[in-house]
């Protein structure tokens, strides 16, 4: 049996294409298309139809933005509320392209907003920027290892 078609019944053929988690379906029946083999000719025609209309949209890939929170390329600062703990955290979150064009990004969490300190969010700031640069023409196997000190309360 040809791909994405199948015969739910003795005498119908079905077509299901998903795209975009929509489902576009359409049964064939043999008695309309007067024998088995057009009306499976007309599935598989549909089917070859139907997913030259839904091709795949090709993501553009923009470049890092200045226009952050920080000011600086490819590096934010986020809050995340987490409403089971009812407690928010800083983040900060540094993105580049990897050298196959993908669009790539590193959190770093530096914890409850409510115990950092400016002198400790200066630091991680400091440590994104340098993971930023690291990141910068690399491939993509490699690590940061800049890592940020826990904060002890």
Known sequence: MAKNITQPTDNSFQVRV?????????????????????????????????????????RQITSPSVNNSTGHLGVSRAVKYDK??????LMYIVCWINAAGKKRAKTFS???????STAFDNHALDVAKRCREAWKNTPI?????????ICSN
């Open 18 to 58: 998903v795209s975009r988690k929509k489902e576009h379906s359409r049964s064939f029946c043999f008695s309309h298309w007067g024998s088995k083999s057009k009306a499976l000719q007309a599935a598989k025609n549909w089917r070859d139809q139907k997913k030259l209309g839904l091709a795949k949209v090709k």
């Open 84 to 89: 089971r703990r009812d407690t928010t955290y």
């Open 110 to 116: 530096l914890g409850r907003s409510d115990v950092i």
């Open 141 to 149: 196997t490699i690590r940061c290892t800049c890592l940020i000190p």
